[in-house]
C-alpha cells in the first residue's frame, strides 16, 4: 500500500467512528388485536428515536401478504417513519411479486427488503417455475419497477442450505452487485463470528454495509427455536447467564439488556454504526439498548433525524 492509499485509510477508518449510530427497526404483522395493539404502542415508543427506517416483514410462505401492506399502510398514513416493505419470492409468480412492488412504488415507497423468502415450516423451498428463485433474481427484478433502494439479507454463521460459506458469500455479492445497497445480517450472539464475516465480504470486494441485525431476547426458548431453524450458535457463556432465571421476568430483562448492550459497545469499538433490530413487536429492550447507546427521543419540534444531518 503506498503513503496515500494508507492515509486514505486511515480517513476513512476515522470517519466511521466519527459517523453518527444508525439504527433501523423490524416488525412483523400482528395476527390478532391484542397483538396488533402492542405494535402500535411499541411503534410509537420507538419513533422518536428517529430510526432511519422501519421495516415490516413477510411471513413464511407468503402468508401475510395483505397484513404486511396493511401495517405499511398505516405507518405511512399515521407516522413519519419511513417505512420499508420485506418482499419475497415464495408462492408467488414473477408478476405477482412486482405488482406488488409497483404498488408500493406508486404509495411512495422507495426502500424495500428484497428476500427470497422461507417456505411454510417444515416444508423445503422450490421455486416456481414462473416465479423467482433466488433473492438476487428479485433485486434485479424490482430495478425494473423503479429505482428503489434495496436491502438484502446476509448470514454471518452460512444459510442452513448453503453448501459451504464461500457459495454463500458469492451470492450475497451478487446480490451487491445486482443493485442492493446494504445487507441485514441475521441475528448472531457471537459477535466475533460477526467481526470475521464482515472482514471476508470486505476482503470478497463488497463494499455495501454489512448491518448488524441485533435480537435482544424476550423469552430465551423461543429465542433458542429461532435460533435453531436459522443456524445462529448459542455460546454456552449466553446460556449460562440465562440458567436459572426462567420463572424472574425482571432479571432476564436485565440480563439481555446487558447482553445485547455488550455486543453493540464491541460492535462500535470496531467501527459499526448502523444497527438492525429484530425488535419482535416489543419497544422495551430495544428502547433501553438505543437509550444506552445515546440515541435520545426528538423532541416534537425537531425535523426527523435524516433531514437534520
Ligand atoms: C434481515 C432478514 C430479514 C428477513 N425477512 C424475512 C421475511 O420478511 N420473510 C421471510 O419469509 N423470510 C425472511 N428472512 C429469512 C430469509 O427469507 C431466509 O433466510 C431464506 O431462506 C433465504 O432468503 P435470502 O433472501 O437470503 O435468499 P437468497 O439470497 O436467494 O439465498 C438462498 C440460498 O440460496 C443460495 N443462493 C443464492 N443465490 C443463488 C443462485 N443464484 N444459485 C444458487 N444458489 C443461490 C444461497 O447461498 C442460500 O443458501 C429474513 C432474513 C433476514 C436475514
Redesign the pocket.
Known sequence: MNEQAAKDRVVETLDKFNAPVEVSF?FFPPGNAEMEATLWSSIQRLAPLRPRFV?V??????STRERTHNVVTRILNETSLTAVP?L???NASRDEVLDIARNYWSRGIRHL??????PAPGTK?TARPDGF?????LVKGLQTVGDFEL?????PET????PSAQ??LD??K??IDAGATRA???FFFDTDTYLRFRDRCVAAGIKASIVP?ILPITRFPQMQRFAQR?GTAIPASLIERFAGIDDDAATRQMVSFAFALEQVQKLQAHGINEF?FYTLNRSELTFAICHAMGIRSAQEDEPPRAAAM
Open positions: 423490524e421495516s416483514t413477510y411471513g413464511a410462505d407468503g420485506h419475497t419470492c415464495v427488503v428484497a428476500l427470497r423468502g422461507d423451498f428463485a433466488y433473492a438476487v433474481d436491502s438484502v439479507a446476509a448470514y444459510h442452513p442450505e448453503a457459495f454463500d451470492y450475497l451478487a446480490k441485514i445480517t441475521q441485525g436459522c438492525h
